[in-house]
């Protein structure tokens, strides 16, 4: 009888147990709210739209979508239990804010907060950001107590003071005072290109502190064909194979190259006039597609900020990396080289950026970008429409490898890239998106 008592006994505390645990489980999924789980991809278009009038250099919106990306995440990452904070893996970032427990929050009110905090003192037009955060605040206040909707701003923008302190030590404001590049002239060297023979573009983003890698010098990389003038030599021959692919004048090709020009400093002239053409930046075609993505697939609110998060860091970093090899091996242009050895009258269909052309930007970024979705997300078809409100329509892709692989040769299509630089390029790319796959951990 005393058996039989003790295990009833067992019993019902076992069953009081599983009981409790699951009202503390529910208490904690109802403690807070959560309005517009997509609420990460409206930020984005914001801050997208407020680089793109900018028009910064691509690197350099690079660095304003990975901060305001992480404040996001390391903002809502408290509130969910299967989720790691990345203040441990990344380079000099320390243990941000964390909430007060008495109180209730809107997890996307947070997620906003922090984002915007951020983007606000990244961006030139502040009131782009400005106007589009008091828009969400309108639009949150009525949908909530007072005490949540304060709580939430509040400590939304806590976490993104905390990110914006941090970005100030990644020598940015430094490096950015010692923008001068001198042209060797050499045979072989980078030298300026028409339409408008600007200076080199940011020749000192490769020694932009990284937000994960700890050195670009990690990586390895091939050096460039070499230069020759011989008919006969390889150097010849991959020039020779720009000019007749852009000679083609293929309509899918010059499309694709279109597609992913993702210039931000383009211009066209028009006689004595000039025009700069806003274009978004590789970094913002790439989050903009997966901003569309995460709303095809119904990511939750804290699997959107994840993916931003790993997919901006992942660009930065291909970036940095990227632009350390190009003023290391100070390579010249497809352009340079047909007018020096074939057609001096020859103009690529897209406008050839301002800085050295070995390894593709575009290949690396797009590489890293396209490595680190697919080990996160895995393989399905969806479609980009990141593009869309330039004039260039939708396309629709088979996986994020697919999209990657069109970006990379659509550099060759546009006459901007030998194709040495994009077959490298995806070399480095990929290996700078494994790194972030192996040492950045946000699931426990």
Known sequence: MKMRLYSFG??????????????????????????????????????????????????????????????????????????????????????????????????????????????????YKEDTIANFRNRQLDFY?????????????????????????????????????????????????????????????????????????????????????????????????????????????????????????????????YGHATINVLKVSPAGHWLSMFSTVARQKNYSLIETADGMMRLSSAIFDAFITCWYVKYKTDYLRPITAVHELIDSSWISPIQTPAFPEYPSGHSVVSSAAASVLTATFGEYEFTDSAEYKFGLGVRKFKNFREASNQACISRLYGGIHFIDAIEKGKKLGNDVGSYHIEHLKTKK
């Open 10 to 123: 067992s019993l019902l505390s076992a069953m009081l147990i599983v009981f409790s645990q699951a009202s503390c489980n529910q208490s904690k999924e109802t403690e807070n709210k959560i309005i517009q789980k997509d609420i990460l991809s409206t930020c984005n278009m914001a801050i997208q739209n407020a680089i793109v009038v900018d028009r910064v250099a691509a690197p350099v919106g690079s660095r304003r979508y990975v901060y305001a990306s992480i404040a996001a995440y390391e903002a809502l990452v408290p509130f969910y239990d299967e989720y790691n904070s990345v203040s441990s893996m990344m380079n000099g970032l320390k243990q941000g804010p964390l909430p007060d427990t008495s109180q209730k929050y809107c997890l996307d009110l947070v997620a906003m907060a922090a984002h915007t905090f951020v983007s606000k003192k990244l961006v």
């Open 141 to 269: 206040k009525d949908k909530m107590s007072k005490s949540m909707f304060e709580a939430s701003i509040n400590y939304g923008d806590s976490v993104g003071s905390h990110i914006v302190k941090w970005s100030k030590s990644d020598s940015f404001s430094y490096f950015r005072g010692r923008e001068f590049f001198l042209t060797k002239n050499n045979a072989g060297s980078w030298e300026q290109t028409p339409p408008d023979f600007m200076e080199a573009i940011e020749p000192n983003w490769g020694r932009i502190r990284p937000v994960l890698i700890h050195s670009v010098k990690e990586f390895s990389y091939e050096q460039p064909e070499p230069y020759s003038k011989s008919k006969s030599s390889r150097f010849y021959s991959i020039t020779k194979q720009v000019y007749d692919t852009v000679n083609k004048k293929d309509s899918n090709h010059l499309k694709t190259a279109w597609y992913w020009d993702d210039n931000p400093n383009a211009s066209v002239h």
